[in-house]
């Protein structure tokens, strides 16, 4: 399975996004990232969006743009902030702010050493929060990206990726449920 056969298997009704598909995993149609950038980002957000299909898509597309230490920090991002968006989306939503004075007590050591470059890591971790909804997340990793020196329109371009990544995921399961 190929990205390109997987926009060939969208629907009538995903035409936008089978362009979007086409467009967002290029340097022109993401400006501000590298390839290895739009690679990783695509890849983190299609193992948090979580349909195999893509993500065994995506990888293969990937791999050629990724050394094995980009491949790792790309299924890292996805793992840590699959957690720490859960955890910290609570904090946000309840109504008693005390959680927030307790320690997490989770371990999170791979925000730290993430094996790449920290910036790069952040916009994984900022894609992957918006997969995943997590409001307290993307604003922090946001702003770590603005006061790192990261453009608003890379910001944007990891963003769009992660949306279009997620709404592909979405119709292949719609269709094959169906």
Partial sequence: ?????????????????????????????????????????ALATAIAARNPQLVRAIETWAEPHLDAAHLQAARSAAAIMGMNNIYYRFLHLVEDAEYQTMPARLRMNVIGNPGIDKLEFELLSLAVSAVNGCGMCVTSHERKLREGGTSREAIQSAVRIASVVHAVAGVLE???AA
Wanted: glycine share 6%; aromatic share 4%.
């Fill in 174 to 176: 719609y269709q094959a």
């Fill in 1 to 41: 399975m190929t990205v390109d056969t997987i926009r060939d298997q969208l629907p009538d009704y995903a035409r936008d996004l089978k362009l979007n598909l086409g467009s967002v995993l290029t340097p022109q149609g993401a400006p501000g990232l590298t390839e290895s950038q739009i690679a990783s980002i």
